[in-house]
């Protein structure tokens, strides 16, 4: 079973608390250009039995989670609220897990995006650290 596979069963992240307003997933310039903009009042549209129906689609924000940047500090934070938070930060000591593999994809990802799209990654840092309860990865194991 793969970490992220509970991701279909809990789906915490694809909803919006009763009486929280909606959430409107960012979207990258490219993002933008291809999709429709993403609005959750309640229950994301694209959140299926299996998880995103998207796939490789989805939003950058969205496959980035549990996970947020900060451009500014360069730092990796990680949501204290997802269920994953213990069993991610205990695969990242072994480089083929799926948690390593994450990290080192949205890093890949992310040093495109401070080349293209540098607005975005501030700007859904700050929407990230507004709407999760986030702690930095490097404090993690502290």
């Keep these: 079973m793969s970490l992220f596979d509970r991701c279909a069963e809990c789906k915490r992240c694809c909803h919006v608390d009763d009486g929280a307003p909606p959430l ?29 129906s998207l796939g490789k689609s989805k939003p950058f924000g969205c496959d980035l989670y549990p996970l947020a940047y900060d451009p500014g500090e360069q730092l990796f934070h990680f949501d ?15 480089a083929g897990s799926d948690a390593a593999r994450h990290l080192a ?15 975005y990654l501030r700007a859904n840092f700050a ?3 507004d709407y999760f309860d986030l702690v930095p990865v490097s404090r993690m194991s502290e």
Excluded: W
């Excluded at 310039?29 to 229950?43: D, F, T, Y």
């Excluded at 204290?80 to 072994?94: A, T």
């Design 80 to 94: 204290r609220e997802c269920p994953l938070l213990e069993s991610y930060l205990g695969q990242l000591k072994d």
């Design 105 to 119: 994809r949205m890093k890949t990802a992310i040093a495109t995006l401070e080349k293209t799209d540098a607005d």
């Design 127 to 129: 929407f990230d650290r």
């Design 24 to 52: 409107e997933v960012n979207l990258t310039s490219a993002e933008r250009r291809a999709l429709k903009p993403i609005c959750v009042e309640s229950r994301c549209t694209h959140l299926s039995s299996t998880g995103c």
